[in-house]
């Protein structure tokens, strides 16, 4: 059975850092697209940031140039460095993976519905 497990969330004060880990067990994450997605109490979850099985990767507009998604192959993590964060950054943060063999259309990568495996989701608060 597919795994992801999210680990690194915390407390940050606005301006700080956090680096989100996601392990998989079961699922190669270097053949795959993974994202990740946040959700904040009272809202829909949204898509934060994509990487493709290429190694290309997409971002919301409201994280660009302050995210940054990665993956480490040989450990089968996926990352996403949160630098310059702010509160409206809060929320819980998933990661997510399509069943394998599935095709995702670009455009669709920052999507949910796009993704059938999801991790438990790791918690980040800032402060002003």
């Known amino acids: 059975q597919v795994q992801l497990v999210e680990s690194g969330g915390g407390s940050v004060q606005a301006g700080g850092s956090l680096r989100l880990s996601c392990a998989a067990s079961?699922?190669?994450?270097?053949?795959?697209?993974m994202g990740w997605f946040r959700q904040a109490p009272g809202k829909e979850r949204e898509g934060v940031a994509a990487?493709?099985?290429?190694?290309?990767?997409t971002y919301a507009d409201s994280v660009k140039g302050r995210f940054t998604i990665s993956r480490d192959n040989a450990k089968n993590t996926l990352y996403l460095q949160m630098n310059s964060l702010k509160p409206e950054d809060t929320g819980m943060y998933y990661c997510?993976?399509?069943?394998?063999?599935?095709?995702?259309?670009?455009?669709?990568?920052?999507?949910?519905?796009?993704?059938?495996?999801w991790g438990q989701g790791t918690q980040v608060t800032v402060s002003s």
């Open positions: 079961r699922y190669t994450i270097s053949n795959h697209l």
């Open positions: 997510a993976a399509p069943l394998q063999g599935r095709w995702v259309f670009r455009p669709q990568v920052l999507v949910p519905s796009a993704y059938d495996y």
């Open positions: 990487i493709l099985s290429d190694g290309s990767t």
